[in-house]
Protein backbone atom coordinates (compact mmCIF):
# COMPACT_ATOMS: atom_id res chain seq x y z
CA UNK A 1 0.00 0.00 0.00
CA UNK A 2 1.11 3.61 -0.71
CA UNK A 3 -0.77 6.08 0.86
CA UNK A 4 -0.42 9.96 1.27
CA UNK A 5 -2.90 11.96 3.26
CA UNK A 6 -2.73 15.62 4.62
CA UNK A 7 -4.84 16.61 7.17
CA UNK A 8 -5.64 20.16 7.07
CA UNK A 9 -6.39 21.87 9.80
CA UNK A 10 -6.37 26.51 8.80
CA UNK A 11 -5.32 27.82 5.85
CA UNK A 12 -5.36 31.32 6.67
CA UNK A 13 -7.22 31.93 3.43
CA UNK A 14 -4.70 30.48 1.26
CA UNK A 15 -5.01 27.93 -1.14
CA UNK A 16 -9.05 26.43 -2.69
CA UNK A 17 -9.10 23.59 -0.23
CA UNK A 18 -11.59 24.64 3.23
CA UNK A 19 -10.24 24.62 6.95
CA UNK A 20 -10.60 21.18 8.54
CA UNK A 21 -9.75 18.86 5.53
CA UNK A 22 -8.25 15.31 5.00
CA UNK A 23 -6.92 15.59 2.07
CA UNK A 24 -5.80 12.20 0.01
CA UNK A 25 -3.27 12.98 -2.72
CA UNK A 26 -2.01 9.20 -3.49
CA UNK A 27 -3.73 6.12 -2.53
CA UNK A 28 -2.50 3.02 -4.12
CA UNK A 29 -3.30 -0.75 -2.69
CA UNK A 30 -2.25 -3.91 -4.04
CA UNK A 31 -5.76 -5.30 -4.50
CA UNK A 32 -9.29 -3.54 -4.94
CA UNK A 33 -8.58 -0.13 -5.20
CA UNK A 34 -11.84 1.33 -5.59
CA UNK A 35 -13.29 -0.77 -2.75
CA UNK A 36 -10.27 0.19 -0.01
CA UNK A 37 -10.91 3.94 -1.15
CA UNK A 38 -14.24 3.51 -0.05
CA UNK A 39 -13.60 1.41 2.72
CA UNK A 40 -10.61 4.67 4.19
CA UNK A 41 -13.62 7.31 3.30
CA UNK A 42 -15.77 5.23 5.34
CA UNK A 43 -13.34 5.01 8.02
CA UNK A 44 -12.64 8.89 8.12
CA UNK A 45 -16.44 9.47 7.52
CA UNK A 46 -17.02 7.73 11.24
CA UNK A 47 -14.01 8.91 13.19
CA UNK A 48 -12.47 11.81 11.42
CA UNK A 49 -15.44 14.06 13.13
CA UNK A 50 -14.28 13.54 16.72
CA UNK A 51 -11.14 15.45 16.02
CA UNK A 52 -12.96 18.03 14.08
CA UNK A 53 -12.25 17.20 10.54
CA UNK A 54 -15.31 18.43 8.55
CA UNK A 55 -14.07 17.94 4.76
CA UNK A 56 -12.71 15.00 2.57
CA UNK A 57 -11.06 15.91 -0.94
CA UNK A 58 -8.53 15.39 -3.16
CA UNK A 59 -5.34 17.20 -4.78
CA UNK A 60 -4.52 17.72 -8.39
CA UNK A 61 -6.50 14.07 -8.63
CA UNK A 62 -5.07 12.16 -11.41
CA UNK A 63 -5.96 8.98 -9.89
CA UNK A 64 -9.75 10.17 -10.54
CA UNK A 65 -10.30 9.33 -6.50
CA UNK A 66 -14.01 11.87 -6.96
CA UNK A 67 -14.92 9.58 -9.25
CA UNK A 68 -15.13 6.41 -7.25
CA UNK A 69 -16.08 8.87 -3.79
CA UNK A 70 -18.62 11.09 -5.36
CA UNK A 71 -16.54 14.12 -4.65
CA UNK A 72 -17.41 17.55 -6.64
CA UNK A 73 -15.14 19.99 -8.21
CA UNK A 74 -13.89 22.78 -5.58
CA UNK A 75 -11.43 24.58 -7.46
CA UNK A 76 -9.75 24.70 -11.12
CA UNK A 77 -6.35 25.43 -11.53
CA UNK A 78 -4.12 26.40 -13.98
CA UNK A 79 -2.53 23.60 -15.70
CA UNK A 80 -5.38 21.04 -15.16
CA UNK A 81 -5.01 21.29 -11.85
CA UNK A 82 -7.98 20.27 -10.15
CA UNK A 83 -9.32 19.55 -6.53
CA UNK A 84 -12.45 17.78 -5.24
CA UNK A 85 -14.40 17.74 -1.88
CA UNK A 86 -17.16 17.10 -0.24
CA UNK A 87 -18.20 17.72 3.55
CA UNK A 88 -18.10 14.24 5.66
CA UNK A 89 -21.72 14.21 6.59
CA UNK A 90 -22.73 14.25 2.98
CA UNK A 91 -20.29 11.54 1.35
CA UNK A 92 -22.13 8.58 0.56
CA UNK A 93 -19.58 5.46 1.03
Same mark, same amino acid.
Given at each position: ? $? =???? *?? &? #????? +? ?22 ? $? =???? *?? &? #????? +? ?30 ? #? ?9
Amino acid at each position: M $D =LYIR *FW &E #YSCGV +GSIPDWSIIIVRSNFKRNQQENLK $D =LARF *FK &E #YAPRY +GYKYLCTEDDDYKYYQTLGLKLIHRGFFRQYN #YGLSLKELEV
